[in-house]
């Protein structure tokens, strides 16, 4: 079996400066230190790296997203897995955004990393990145996140803890798989195929996340519009209610067309926008439910689909079920 390694950087190869902060390692002893976290690996799998960056995820764009994808999508047929080490802090963003560029995905695509860095002896990054390399030799596909005992379907992922071990959890799902003495996966995953991989890169930046907040003014949501930005996503109340208040603002992004996506500021549940009036006048202005998406699903997904077709098949795009995201199954929308 062969496994490329796309080496982004992140936590699991920093190290301590003399400030006490955590800082990313010069390129080639980054890539070592990578490599050496477990050198008997050989035994699992033949790995080759390849360098997309060594960057805090903090700073990840849509155009490294891009060049991850297009690198997979370039040597696909060298290669029997993929296993992406990534910094902690937008791993979710990028499972996400990547679930859509590689569609029609035939192999696993194992993203990972470590809350701990892996040169200090409490570190997770052995375990992680180990586990990573196993799963990309299984037969499984998709973008998937491995972390601590989970194996997580991409675009379902979101961290929910910045000092856990097990700081990610599936969202409104069920995992993959578990790390156990072995690795289980569970009926959910998708063995491998021989289709033809579909590359879909491209993710418009402008668009805005704003969680609502009682009391915030009308007068500031509609700021944003003379932003210039493309689309726009709420975080709403509950099951995706949103203030009588605001109506007015939705009102004018229609008629600009600038879609508005509605998540739950829940971290668990779906939008059910048609439960209550506020909810049901929000749609009448045209807003899109997120159902029961995350919130980097619903991020990722919609800057992907602004670049995928004009206003009128937004909304189509985002209740599109691609990888298994969303279930709008038995929902009124």
């Known amino acids: 079996m ?69 690198i997979i999508a370039k040597k696909y047929d060298r290669y029997d897995g993929f296993v992406i ?9 990028t499972s996400s955004a990547l679930s859509f560029a590689l569609q029609n995905l035939g192999k696993p695509v194992v993203i990972t990393g470590s809350q701990i860095p892996g040169n200090q002896i409490e570190t997770d990054a052995r ?49 993959l798989g578990e790390i156990r003495i072995d690795i289980r996966l569970s009926d959910e995953h998708k063995p491998r195929h021989n289709r033809p991989l579909n590359l879909q890169t491209g993710y418009e930046e402008n668009i805005a996340v704003v969680t609502l907040f009682p009391q915030m003014t009308p007068t500031t949501l509609g700021a944003i519009i003379t932003t210039g930005i493309k689309g726009l996503i709420l ?19 229609k008629s600009k067309k600038i879609p508005v996506v509605v998540n739950t500021q829940c971290l668990e549940g779906a939008t059910l926008m048609h439960l209550y009036d506020v909810g049901k006048k929000a749609l009448e202005m045209g807003v899109i439910q997120a159902h029961d998406m995350s919130l980097e699903c619903v991020t990722t997904k919609l800057m992907w689909a602004l670049k995928r077709g004009p206003y009128e098949t937004i909304k189509e795009i985002m209740h599109h079920n691609y990888v298994g995201e969303i279930n709008v199954e038995g929902k009124i929308y």
């Open 2 to 70: 062969k496994v490329l390694i796309l080496f982004c950087g992140g936590t699991i190869i920093m190290q301590e400066s003399k400030e006490g902060s955590l800082v990313v390692a010069e390129k080639q002893k980054a890539i070592k230190s990578l490599l050496s976290l477990e050198p008997r690996l050989k035994e699992v799998s033949k790995l080759d790296v390849e360098y997309v960056d060594n960057i805090d995820s903090s700073n990840i764009t849509g155009a490294h997203w891009d060049k991850i994808a297009t």
């Open 85 to 93: 080490t990534h910094g902690t802090d937008t791993m979710a963003y």
């Open 127 to 175: 375990r992680n990145f180990v586990n990573a390399v196993r799963l990309a030799t299984m037969d499984i596909s998709g973008v998937m996140v491995v972390f601590d005992e989970e194996i997580i379907l991409g675009a379902r992922c979101s961290k929910v803890s910045e000092s856990k071990l097990d700081a990610f959890e599936t969202i409104n799902w069920d995992d």
């Open 235 to 253: 975080r709403g109340y509950g099951s995706g209610n949103i203030s009588y208040a605001y109506l007015e603002v939705l009102k004018e992004l």
